[in-house]
């Protein structure tokens, strides 16, 4: 069991010395059988209360059978306006461990800075919650075997808040990867970019935290280090700073590389080389502004582009404006497949799509050929895939229909997000050491570098400690 559970609260949340936070039972009320409590609502709780864990809050809410019951921030306003939302059932607290001590608290949305996200998850399974997971999962490998080991020794349901898994956009793209419409993929690409200018996201002097902001606690189990707004205003701010996200890589790349890796059901990557650096940013921050990445699988390759400095898009880009892009490009044998979230196009290479367009289509695209117009198909207008993917109800409801009826859900199980967690996370140590890291699918190890294989397990700030019985699978 986590030791800090009965750690003094002196310095974490700036009560009284030698208060103690009261010990965890492994005793979460929404157990194997389904039912919660006497009217067997899900009594749900929401631990990080700013903008995406409102968002996530709100979305399962609306599910009939849940209840709210707890808002915890360390900045006590905002726990306050989220409880004002669900006065009539819901407390305020400013420290997680009291939420995780309820008996009364059935599951729980963890929306904090990603440095917390292992830590949390891991102790909300001792507590025997379930939980929501934001992304990025983890920052490290260790944390990541550890939070995918703890779900399934203490029988949780886990799922991790790539909300896009659900879109009816990645449905159609998995479709028709599987179905072969672009023949044998060689290669994938994807890119995350956006221009925040040499500025960056500015300059603050500001070391002092507004009343009621914990930043001790904020810093949790990372370094701790001055106060500072524009670190602690959102998840965007984060990803300037390593320690507490980072970077933007693992943000987004859990949205972006989701889509070919459940598309082509690529397990993890044998070796990740990883290169980039903070090349133009001028602001207060730490973190990379150009980040590229390799992974290799053992029958093809997928890259990764992070700019902050620039914003094409190449066939997504749309006006010509800096803002953020995004994209996955699948390279076939019969053609390339371009998608973001909300769009996917194929182009064929010659005629070798030719048997899968629908006969109406044909006519209309040769007049647009013999105008020079490019040979361009969305999945409308190619045959129907066999299989179809049926639609999510939403993904915060998914997994509250899951924690109600004790199933792991289909869209982002913790089994199924080790696979885009670990190559992102490999892809951090892999730009920290300046080398490729090789790794070993089966042992799910790091193999030929004891340097790397040690910085894979992150060092704690004390008295936090990282939970190494969970590394044992």
Known sequence: MQEPLTVSRRGFIGAAAGLAVPGILASGSYGAEGKAGANGKIQLALIGCNNMGRSNLKNAAAHPDVVVVG????????????????????????????????KDVDAVII????????LMAIMACEAGKDLYLQKPMTLHLGESLAVRNAVKRHGRICQVGTQIHASENYRRVVELIRAGYLGKIGVVRTFNVMNQGEGGVGHDPDVKPPEGFDWDFWCGPAPLRPYHAILAKGSYEHGSWMDYSGGWTPNMAAHIIDLPIWAMDLKYPTEVSSAGGRFVLK?????????????????????????LTNSYGFDLHGNPVPKRRLGIYFHGVNGTMYANYGEHRIIPEGDALKDVILPEVVERKKAATDKGARLLYIGAELKPVAEQIPPSPGHEIEWVDCVKART????????YHLRVDVPVVLSLLSLKLGRTIRFDPETEKIVGDDEAARMAIPKYRDPWKFPAQYLAG
């Open 71 to 102: 808002a915890c921030d360390v900045y006590r306003r905002r726990a306050e306006e989220v409880a004002e939302a669900h006065k009539d059932t819901c407390k305020v607290h400013t420290d997680f461990r009291e939420v995780l001590a309820r």
């Open 111 to 118: 929306a904090t800075p990603p440095h917390w996200h292992a």
């Open 283 to 307: 602001d207060d921050g730490d973190a990379y502004d150009h980040h590229e990445v390799l992974w290799r699988y053992p029958n093809m390759t997928m890259t990764w582009m992070s700019s």
């Open 408 to 415: 792991q859900p289909s869209c982002s199980p913790i089994t």
